[in-house]
T-cell receptor, first 113, second 112 residues
Framework: DGGITQSPKYLFRKEGQNVTLSCEQN?????MYWYRQDPGQGLRLIYY???????QKGDIAEGYSVSREKKESFPLTVTSAQKNPTAFYLC????????????FGSGTRLTVV | GQQVMQIPQYQHVQEGEDFTTYCNSSTTLSNIQWYKQRPGGHPVFLIQLVKSGEVKKQKRLTFQFGEAKKNSSLHITATQTTDVGTYFC????????????FGQGTTLQVKP
């Protein structure tokens, strides 16, 4: 089955550590996105990529980094510069132009301990 | 900047009552999309509306796209406990970036 896979499902990070969240899709989608969701809140865009080896900052990119070396993969690194990283992180993919909608992964819940 | 706003933020209904959430954009949209996120889950694409004045139905759900393509609504007839969740509308960002601008969502609670 085609889909988008995020791992791990739960992640605990010590303050000062960098952590990388995985996102892999086999939908042959060109575009991929990372969103952050805080409890009871909407979706805030962190980074997005429309093509391999290219990506753009979203609304809340500070403290995060991404890479897009392969079409299928769009990992997100939460760096120690992100002061409040505890949140639910969602990866999504779509055809270029978002027609047909986004397919979301099941998310990663990151907690700073 | 471009904004998509949804009201209400929360809605509690008795099972069997109807429910409507409204979505308004600060700009004209080429299309509007709706997503549902169950508690503890991830958003799932429900539908996309493209034409001015378009109305689409999915069982008890009715989606409308306004004539001016700046507003939309989702109406659920005779709610069931399975309808619980947060409903998001989203429209394309201007500039052909492929990004979607999401509304803040309407969280629906259904009392059995």
């Amino acid at each position: 089955d085609g889909g988008i896979t995020q791992s791990p499902k739960y992640l605990f990070r010590k303050e000062g550590q960098n952590v990388t969240l995985s996102c892999e899709q086999n939908l042959n989608h060109d575009a991929m996105y990372w969103y952050r969701q805080d409890p009871g809140q909407g979706l805030r865009l962190i980074y997005y990529s429309q093509i391999v080896n290219d990506f753009q900052k979203g609304d809340i990119a500070e403290g995060y980094s991404v890479s897009r070396e392969k079409k299928e993969s769009f990992p997100l690194t939460v760096t120690s510069a992100q002061k409040n990283p505890t949140a639910f992180y969602l990866c999504a993919s779509s055809m270029v132009g978002s027609l047909g909608g986004y397919t979301f992964g099941s998310g990663t819940r990151l907690t700073v301990v | 900047g471009q904004q998509v706003m949804q009201i209400p933020q929360y809605q509690h209904v008795q099972e069997g009552e109807d429910f409507t959430t409204y979505c308004n954009s600060s700009t004209t949209l080429s299309n509007i999309q709706w997503y549902k996120q169950r508690p503890g889950g991830h958003p799932v694409f429900l539908i996309q509306l493209v034409k001015s004045g378009e109305v689409k139905k999915q069982k008890r759900l009715t989606f409308q796209f306004g004539e001016a393509k700046k507003n939309s609504s989702l109406h659920i007839t005779a709610t069931q406990t399975t309808d619980v969740g947060t409903y998001f509308c989203a429209g394309p960002s201007s500039g052909n970036t492929g990004k979607l601008i999401f509304g803040q969502g309407t969280t629906l609670q259904v009392k059995p």
